[in-house]
C-alpha cells in the first residue's frame, strides 16, 4: 500500500469544505469456497449478511450498487443496482465495474459482502472526512482491509490500465497510488472465510 500520509497530514486547509459525491459498491462475486456456502445469503440481523450490508452502504451515500453475478438469488439485497460481475475476475475488476458508472468526481466506498461488524459511525466518520482529504489522495481506507475504504472515481482510467496488465491483485493496485489510513476498530474488519469463522460469529 503506498500511504502518502496519515490522514492529519492528508487534509485540506480549514475552511476549504466541499461537499462530495458519494455512492457505494458492495462487492458479492465470491465464490466462498472454503465457507461451503454463499456467504451473502448467511442469516444475520433478521435478513442476509448482503442485505445487512447494503442498508449499512446506504446510510452513507446517495445510491448502493451490488456487483455480483446475475444468475446469484440476490434480488432482494436492497441495493439500488446491481452490476453483472463475471466469475473468476476478482474484487479488483469489481472496483473497476463500479468506479465506471458514477460521476468521475464521486467518491466511492467499498464494502465486501461479509463484513457482519461494520460500524454505520465509523463509516460516517470517514464519509465527513472526504472533503478535507487532499486531491493528491486516491483512496481512504483501513490499513488491513481494502474492500473496506472510499476510491475516488476519478482513479477508473489508472485501474483500467493496471487490469489491462494482466495484474489483479489490490494490494498491487493500492502500492502505485496514494492512499490514507482512515482510523478504525480492528473488529470492524472482522470477514468470514470458513465454517469456523462463522460457527464463532454466530454462537
Known amino acids: 500500500m503506498k500511504i502518502c500520509a496519515p490522514p492529519w497530514r492528508s487534509l485540506r ?31 444475520w440481523t433478521g ?7 447494503c442498508a449499512i452502504a446506504r446510510t ?10 446475475r444468475d446469484r438469488p440476490y434480488a432482494h439485497s436492497g441495493a439500488d443496482r446491481w452490476l453483472d460481475d463475471p466469475r473468476g475476475q476478482g474484487p479488483l475488476a469489481a472496483i473497476a465495474q463500479g468506479l465506471a458508472v ?3 468526481t464521486a467518491w466511492v466506498l467499498v464494502l465486501a459482502c461479509d463484513l457482519p461488524h461494520l460500524e454505520p ?18 483512496a481512504y481506507l483501513p490499513r488491513q ?10 482513479q477508473r482510467e489508472p485501474l483500467r490500465r493496471f487490469l489491462a496488465t494482466g495484474r489483479r491483485a489490490c494490494q498491487d493496485w493500492l502500492s502505485e497510488i496514494p492512499v490514507a489510513i482512515a482510523p ?13 469463522d462463522w460457527h464463532a ?3
Open 121 to 138: 459511525r465509523v463509516l460516517q466518520g470517514w464519509a465527513q472526512n472526504l472533503p478535507n482529504l487532499s486531491p493528491a489522495i486516491a
Open 145 to 154: 482491509q481494502p474492500l473496506c475504504g472510499w476510491y475516488r472515481a476519478g
Open 60 to 69: 452513507v451515500s446517495t445510491e448502493a450498487i451490488l456487483v455480483a453475478p
Open 47 to 53: 435478513g442476509t449478511l448482503l442485505q445487512h450490508v
Open 102 to 104: 458514477v460521476p468521475a
Open 201 to 203: 460469529l454466530a454462537a
Open 184 to 196: 478504525c476498530p480492528a473488529a470492524m474488519l472482522t470477514n468470514l472465510n470458513t465454517p469456523a
Open 13 to 43: 486547509p480549514l475552511g476549504s469544505r466541499v461537499a462530495v459525491d458519494r455512492y457505494s459498491l458492495v462487492l458479492a462475486g465470491g465464490q466462498s469456497r472454503r465457507l461451503g456456502r454463499d456467504k451473502a445469503l448467511l442469516p
